[in-house]
T-cell receptor, first 118, second 116 residues
Framework: ETGVTQTPRHLVMGMTNKKSLKCEQH?????MYWYKQSAKKPLELMFV???????ENNSVPSRFSPECPNSSHLFLHLHTLQPEDSALYLC?????????????????FGSGTQLSVL | DQQVKQNSPSLSVQEGRISILNCDYT??????FLWYKKYPAEGPTFLIS?????DKNEDGRFTVFLNKSAKHLSLHIVPSQPGDSAVYFC???????????????FGKGTHLIIQP
């Protein structure tokens, strides 16, 4: 039990479908993140939420829409995706988003959702 | 351009021997480095870290070495055990990223295979 739970574990969707990924953290953290891991590529940060407010959006296409209703839950809404969006989507949390230059926050990851877009 | 490079996609080591995983970086503003370990069907988990003010950090069987002049760090696992078989990600954070977890730049990972 990592404290960060993601559902579903696997998802296959067509390009015209709308689906949502869900993440829940039980660690009492204030910051939550969506990462994308494509085959043979580094982990890429997509979105950051701190205290339910979006603080970063790393040039992610609008077909990915995050939602953070409270500090424990994070969603990623998907619509009209492309086959190249197939990847492992990882949710993570940390105690805080930024606390100063001396802080060394660590990420706690969920198991990810393996997404295939047909 | 990749700022954190793990040039070995995979590494095979015999059980009981030393495993050495390498990581190179290009950004001289990086000041904190981490290693994450990932098993199949699980998310990455934090393993060990090192600040740029140190050149070595040890935790049990795991030691991370940092060579700032060469912009190189390595993770040593000794002795290697079958449970160490996983993908290992190197990550780095810049000096002015506010100390936040969002400032991490990851490498592509190295798949370590421990042979019995």
């Amino acid at each position: 039990e990592t404290g960060v739970t993601q559902t579903p574990r696997h998802l296959v969707m067509g390009m015209t479908n709308k689906k949502s990924l869900k993440c829940e953290q039980h660690l009492g953290h204030n910051a939550m993140y969506w990462y994308k891991q494509s085959a043979k590529k580094p982990l890429e940060l997509m979105f950051v939420y701190s205290l339910e407010e979006r603080v970063e959006n790393n040039s992610v296409p609008s077909r990915f829409s995050p939602e953070c209703p409270n500090s424990s839950h994070l969603f990623l809404h998907l619509h009209t995706l492309q086959p190249e969006d197939s990847a492992l989507y990882l949710c993570a949390s940390s105690q805080e988003w930024r606390t100063g230059t001396l802080s060394n926050e660590k990420l706690f990851f969920g198991s990810g959702t393996q997404l295939s877009v047909l | 351009d990749q700022q954190v490079k793990q040039n070995s996609p995979s590494l095979s080591v015999q059980e009981g021997r030393i495993s050495i995983l390498n990581c190179d970086y290009t950004n001289s503003m990086f000041d904190y480095f981490l290693w994450y370990k990932k098993y199949p069907a699980e998310g990455p988990t934090f393993l060990i870290s090192i600040s740029s003010i140190k050149d070595k950090n040890e935790d049990g069987r795991f030691t991370v070495f940092l060579n700032k002049s060469a912009k190189h760090l390595s993770l040593h696992i000794v002795p290697s055990q079958p449970g160490d078989s996983a993908v290992y990600f190197c990550a780095a954070r810049g000096r002015y990223s506010g100390g936040g977890a969002d400032g991490l730049t990851f490498g592509k990972g190295t798949h370590l295979i421990i042979q019995p």
